[in-house]
């Protein structure tokens, strides 16, 4: 369960990208690594723009913190910086993602919609 819970973070924080639809956009079964892979180009930080998928996927799973480290820092609003971006001991159960660092998350979810027009 908990599991699935992060994965759904790790979808809603890839697809709040800026210049990416979100979610709705994409067709159902499209990973969010893709979805940040085939966008154009500007549209993802830098940490990403020039990859593709089966990098990104294979530099996520080897080097997590230097993976997620940038993307955090370019796509969230940060209210305290995080000092440590992973760590992590599955053999202990000792999961730590962002050590120190806080945020306003539904400021973060919010922010990328506010700017679009109202129908």
Do not use: E
């Amino acid at each position: 369960m908990a599991a699935r819970i992060v994965g759904c973070g790790i979808g809603r924080l890839l697809g709040s990208l800026p210049g990416r639809a979100g979610a709705r956009g994409w067709p159902l079964g499209v990973s969010a690594l893709r979805k940040v892979a085939s966008g154009p180009p500007g549209s993802a930080p830098a940490a990403v723009q020039t990859a593709s998928y089966p990098k990104l996927r294979v530099q996520a799973a080897q080097q997590p913190a230097a993976f997620w480290g940038p993307l955090a820092r370019d796509t969230l609003v940060w209210d305290t910086p995080y000092h440590t971006v992973w760590d992590c001991d599955f053999s202990s159960g000792k999961i730590g993602w962002f050590l120190g660092g806080q945020l306003n998350v539904s400021g973060n979810c919010w922010r990328p919609h506010a700017a679009w027009p109202t129908h």
